[in-house]
């Protein structure tokens, strides 16, 4: 009976190619063996346990899992910046409306000609008041 890796024409051993995509995203074979190894349930096999196949299997699955956490960890974080833009406008435009205008603060202040720029510049820009 042959080995079932050969019949698929799959390498017999393919460790090294694990390795080099564990290494390709950061992460060592120990320090995700070490990880597995402080829980206390006994039926999780360590990465060195596991055939090459099954070590492939399992560091897909965790890649998989720590980019779906990236991806939540930014949608949340966009969602939590997005509410905080939220109450600054709540807050800052009322008194933007409520203000007077710039040219009117210069004329008060009797910079006539700051305040004539400020009108140029408002129409050149096609602003409205």
């Known amino acids: 009976m042959t080995d079932p890796r050969q019949r698929e024409g ?5 460790g090294a190619a ?3 995509s564990v290494q390709a995203v950061g992460l060592t074979e ?17 990465l060195d346990a596991m055939t090459p196949r099954a070590r492939a ?8 899992g720590r ?9 949340q974080v966009e ?3 997005a509410a905080e833009w939220a109450a600054l406008r709540a807050e800052v435009l009322p008194r933007l409306r409520a203000a007077i205008p710039f040219a009117t603060a210069c004329e008060r202040r009797g910079d006539s000609i700051r ?4 009108i140029t510049l408002l129409r050149e820009h096609q602003v409205t008041q």
């Open 79 to 81: 969602a939590e910046l």
């Open 57 to 64: 299997v399992a560091l897909a699955y965790f890649e998989a």
């Open 30 to 46: 120990s320090s995700l063996a070490a990880a597995v190894d402080v829980v206390a349930d006994d039926t999780i096999p360590t």
């Open 67 to 75: 980019a779906e956490g990236i991806a939540d960890g930014r949608r």
């Open 115 to 118: 305040a004539a720029r400020q």
């Open 18 to 20: 694990i390795s080099q």
């Open 10 to 14: 799959r390498p017999a051993d393919n």
